[in-house]
């Protein structure tokens, strides 16, 4: 759902979807043939976090700075719907979100410029 709503606003840019050993082969073919460019990751735990919970693996998210082939990546929860196009935001500068409070951010939607030196920093 997420594919055909970014390919209804007509984005020049590729969708790239970060996929783990979790998911299966058949679900790889859906996923390519809904449009996605599939990047195979590795998941990252959360070291704070107790097992078979949700934000047991949330740290995944990390992985979008390693996308170097691009200079820069909108990434996007799988449960957003895009309705317009977002290709204009790719004008905003090195990390953008939509700020919750002074102190957390809403990662459902954040633009990042990659960078591999910025991975290994946040994995520090």
Same mark, same amino acid.
């Given at each position: =759902?997420?594919?055909?709503? &970014?390919?209804? !606003?007509?984005?020049t840019k590729d969708l790239v979807?970060?996929?783990?050993?979790? +998911?299966?082969?058949?679900?790889?073919?859906?996923?390519? =043939?809904?449009?996605?460019? &599939?990047?195979? !990751?590795?998941?990252?735990?959360?070291?704070?976090?107790?097992?078979?919970?949700? +934000?047991?693996?949330?740290?995944?998210?990390?992985?979008?700075?390693?996308?170097?082939?691009?200079?820069?990546?909108?990434?996007?929860?799988?449960?957003?719907?895009?309705?317009?196009?977002?290709?204009?935001?790719?004008?905003?500068?090195?990390?953008?979100?939509?700020?919750?409070?002074?102190?957390?951010?809403?990662?459902?939607?954040?633009?990042?410029?990659?960078?591999k030196c910025t991975f290994e920093?946040?994995?520090?």
């Amino acid at each position: =759902a997420l594919a055909q709503s &970014i390919i209804q !606003t007509n984005t020049t840019k590729d969708l790239v979807l970060l996929a783990d050993d979790s +998911i299966s082969k058949s679900s790889f073919q859906g996923l390519r =043939a809904a449009g996605w460019k &599939i990047k195979h !990751t590795k998941r990252i735990r959360r070291p704070d976090s107790k097992r078979k919970i949700y +934000i047991e693996w949330n740290y995944r998210k990390l992985r979008v700075w390693e996308l170097t082939e691009y200079d820069k990546i909108i990434c996007i929860d799988a449960d957003f719907i895009v309705l317009e196009n977002i290709d204009e935001f790719f004008v905003y500068p090195q990390f953008s979100a939509v700020g919750e409070d002074d102190f957390v951010f809403n990662s459902g939607m954040m633009l990042v410029e990659t960078s591999k030196c910025t991975f290994e920093t946040l994995m520090e």
